[in-house]
């Protein structure tokens, strides 16, 4: 379909935004396709929300370009574009109640086609001449056209029965609702969500997370989704982005950026790691810790020091005498579902394990992992 | 057993006993204030508008109130009154909602040396600043040979000068309060600037615009020294407040001047009230909106879900 298309929905050539003295982006290259669920990871004033707010047209870049469907949209004002906000606030209208939020942008919608004056030979009235003379867009949905719109999209995020709520007597979570289905009832080809998750509690958020991505599939609406919480991004997310200082770091699928980040602020950023020091032997083996491993073809040269990632999930605790590496346990916390444990190794710090089973304090052991868990990374 | 319960309880009632007493107490002073000072007055406001004396008698009566309507005289200074003041809110209105839009949506450094400018000549003296009117307005006159002084424009100016402050501050308060998230809420669904100023912005400053309204009609109504020093002593730009005075001051009737206070206070009650309802059509919850313009939005959701 739309996604074989060579030209990608949202297109950001070179963006970058200053205020005052401040380089809040500092030149943003990044392709949106059709039906995507992109999703913008970065900790607070990395750029992700300007990012988003440049794209639904609330800021313009200081330079740049945005390209919609290969069309230049860099001036165009938000209410002229195809994409639709879930503001971190919600901005649900006070004054209007669950309905009247809803079809607040159906009652503004205009068709482009102009209207049609019957030729029926009567005379036009004076408000048909000016009309004739100065609108443009006259086509607007009736009221029945816009609740059959407004009720599809209230039962679409449950929340049938609250049409004539007041928004400040909703919940969080209803209202996030609110603000969701007022979005997407004008079937925007983008949604933008704004940290849109972080107001609701840990449950409530893991069941939006769900909701939103079956959301996503159902409307084949493109999402973009802007969060610094990185267990919301690779649950939802189709393509991750993440971002630094005002740069994008590394774009990926959620595997991809998990397995292979591309360096320590990346692995840091997304899960837990451990990263050691390492130079590289040969095109084959790099040594860290003390000793050489084998870790198949990559892409460094010989003599480079690189970052060697390890995930703590990745390690096993085992007899020293079979370790790969060895080391004194130097703590232990129990996370529920398992025991987190330091290692100290003689000469490089501590390894972090993730382990189901308790290893008193003190005690030397080994540690293990296959070759596909080592992961080489430039040293930043 | 019992005996501990009975004392509990003994506590209990005691405790709340002296807490009302002491709310009452508190409060006892701002009571026999108000009684003496607005309730009193009123009070014998309303029964001054019922009397009448003759020789010696003093007797109740609605003599006053038929001499009111029937003298076309009279109905025609409240009439007027009403009249200019109504322009002059319409004005006030007009004039004052882009300056407080503009205050309202500045940052707060703008802000505050903007809402100074705007309050500084209420620091003179009000009737300093209408002589001084009155001289320009001479002046100019002099110069061009326009007559101003004794005409409705003079006055319907005069009353826009000394009474813009009361509808800018009102209104600026209540747009300063309007998340700016919902301007782009508005925009991002499709609305351009004068939809979402009619959409949004409008009812959303509706608590500012109704006391503002209320703070430029009431006084505007009742002035009595822009109509007597800017109508140039034109008997036509005899108002009702001037009407009163003249009753209270150079007159001894007070009470033909309390009935008229009494017919002014009740017609400007209605249409207080007609404004007040106009509001409540265009805003579906009115409890909702008065919390909002209270405590601002977020508090008004937290009010709203307890």
């Given amino acids: ?380 | 057993m019992a005996f501990h319960v009975n004392n509990i309880k003994k506590q209990k009632t005691n405790g709340k006993g002296f807490k009302a007493n002491a709310t009452l107490f508190s409060a006892t002073p701002y009571f026999l204030l108000l009684m003496i000072l607005v309730l009193l007055p009123f009070i014998f406001i309303i029964l001054y508008a019922f009397m009448s004396k003759s020789a010696s008698k003093i007797y109740l009566t609605l003599d006053n109130f038929s001499k009111f309507v029937t003298n076309g005289n009279f109905v025609a200074a409240a009439g007027k009154s009403l009249l200019f003041a109504f322009v002059t809110t319409v004005i006030c209105l007009i004039l004052a909602y882009p300056i407080a839009y503009f205050i309202g949506r500045s940052k707060a450094k703008v802000r505050s040396l903007l809402v100074t400018l705007i309050t500084v000549p209420m620091w003179i003296n009000m009737l300093l600043r209408i002589l001084a009117w009155q001289q320009i307005f001479g002046m100019i006159s002099s110069w061009t040979g326009i007559t101003l002084l004794g005409t409705d424009f003079a006055i319907i100016f005069g009353m826009v000068y000394i009474f813009l402050p009361f509808m800018i501050i009102p209104l600026y308060t209540s747009i300063m309060k309007i998340d700016p998230a919902f301007y782009e809420a508005s925009k991002d669904l499709g609305a351009d600037s004068v939809e979402t100023f009619f959409k949004v912005s409008l009812p959303l400053s509706m608590p500012g615009i109704i006391s503002g309204i209320t703070m430029v009609f009431l006084p505007a109504a009742t002035s009595i020294i822009i109509p007597q020093e800017l109508g140039d002593g034109n008997s036509k730009y005899i108002l009702i407040g001037n009407l009163i005075e003249s009753y209270f001051y150079k007159g001894d009737d007070y009470y033909f001047g309390s009935a008229i206070a009494v017919v002014l206070s009740l017609t400007l009650l209605l249409s207080i009230y007609l404004v007040n309802k106009l509001d409540r059509t265009n805003v579906k919850d009115r409890s909702f909106v008065k919390k909002y313009a209270k405590f601002g939005y977020e508090k008004a959701l937290e009010g709203g879900n307890r």
């Avoid at chain 1, 070179?14 to 392709?31: A, E, Y």
Wanted: charged share 25%; glycine share 8%.
């Fill in chain 1, 1 to 380: 379909m739309e996604n074989s298309s060579p030209v990608p929905l949202i297109e950001l050539r070179d963006i970058r935004k200053d205020f005052g003295t401040t380089k809040v982006l500092k030149g943003i290259n990044l392709n949106i396709n059709s039906n995507e669920f992109v999703t913008l990871l970065g900790p607070s004033g990395c750029g992700k929300t300007t990012t988003l707010r440049i794209i639904g047209g609330f800021e313009s870049p200081t330079s740049g370009q945005i390209l919609f469907q290969g069309k230049d949209i860099t001036s165009t004002p938000p209410y002229d574009r195809s994409t639709n906000t879930v503001f971190q606030s919600y901005a649900l209208f006070p004054h209007l109640d669950v309905y009247d939020n809803i079809a607040f942008g159906l009652r503004l919608y205009q068709s482009d086609e102009p209207r049609e004056f019957p030729d029926d030979g009567q005379p036009l009235t004076f408000k048909e001449k000016v009309q004739k003379l100065f609108l443009k867009k006259t086509k607007h949905l009736t009221e029945a056209e816009i609740a059959e719109k407004v009720n599809k999209a209230i039962s679409l995020v449950n929340l049938t029965g609250m049409e004539h709520r007041n928004v400040g007597h909703l919940s969080g979570g209803q209202r996030q609702r609110v603000a969701i289905a007022r979005a997407i009832v004008l079937r925007p080809k983008v949604l933008l969500l704004d940290e849109s998750l972080s107001a609701l509690d840990l449950k409530l958020r893991k069941e939006m997370q769900y909701e939103l991505k079956e959301l996503q599939r159902s409307t084949g609406i493109t999402f973009v989704f802007v969060t610094h919480d990185q267990e919301e991004a690779l649950t939802m997310s189709d393509k991750i982005v993440v971002m630094k200082d005002g740069n994008i770091e590394q774009v990926g699928t959620a595997e991809e950026i998990y397995n292979e980040p591309i360096d320590r602020y990346v692995a840091n950023f997304i899960g837990d790691s451990d990263i050691l020091e390492g130079k590289i032997i040969d095109e084959k083996h790099v040594e860290f810790g003390g000793e050489d491993f084998y870790c198949g073809e990559h892409r460094f040269p010989v003599d480079a020091v690189v970052d060697v990632l390890l995930r703590p999930e990745d390690l096993d605790i085992v007899y020293p005498s079979k370790g790969k590496l060895v080391g004194i346990v130097d703590s232990i916390f129990f996370k529920g579902v398992f025991y987190e444990v330091d290692v100290k190794l003689p000469n490089e710090g501590i390894i972090t394990v993730h382990t189901t089973d308790y290893i008193p304090v003190g005690k030397t052991v080994g540690l293990t992992f296959s070759t596909e868990d080592i992961h080489l990374m430039e040293q930043m």
